[in-house]
């Protein structure tokens, strides 16, 4: 819903993503493709209702945006021992990947 030029009135629903109707400021936003035909002012169940009947969850996770905001959230969730592993696996293969290149050279 359009509160004025500057501020619109932004709606999840809480359950399905995690986002509570509130005001935020138009500059503030990221507009992506989805669309979804509701009416002005829509409860939480009809909006629900037509994001599922539109799959745009679906087509969400299925974007580059959301699968790196999806890795960032694994990575800030790590523990030391997760990140360790990281760590040398990653040392591995940069260990790997050399020993190609050395060998491609020759």
Partial sequence: DIVDQKRVVVDGPESLTGVSRHMMPVRRLSLTDFKCRISRGARDKSLKAALDGEEVMKKWSETAW???LAAK????KM?????YKLKAAKK???GEVKKATKKSKK
Avoid: L, P, W
């Fill in 79 to 83: 523990t030391d021992f997760d990140r």
């Fill in 66 to 68: 959301a699968k790196k």
């Fill in 92 to 94: 591995k293969r940069a």
């Fill in 73 to 76: 959230e694994v990575r800030a």
